[in-house]
């Protein structure tokens, strides 16, 4: 079982974390709203979790276009 934590934009897997029982408390899961953890947080059907993050690189496109936080996905 693993955590990984892709790109929501790029798709960009960031890292991962290989664990056997994961401690969703652990992730900081429960600071998240419910709206929040259903839009961040997939479970993937090997058991896997994915986490949405943004990478350095769109939040750096982002910053420089701040219209194209209207698009979800611009890169594809
Ligand atoms: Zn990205």
Not at 29 to 33: D, E, G, I, R, V
């Given at each position: 079982m693993a955590i990984l934590y892709k790109c929501r934009h790029c798709k960009q897997l960031l890292g991962t974390i290989n664990q056997d029982v994961i401690d969703a408390k652990l992730l900081g899961?429960?600071?998240?709203?419910s709206e929040d953890r259903k839009e961040m947080i997939q479970y993937v059907e090997n058991g896997d979790i994915e986490i949405k993050v943004i990478c350095e690189d769109c939040q750096d496109t982002l910053e420089h276009n701040p219209h194209y936080h209207a698009l979800d996905s611009f890169i594809q």
């Open positions: 899961f429960q600071a998240l709203s």
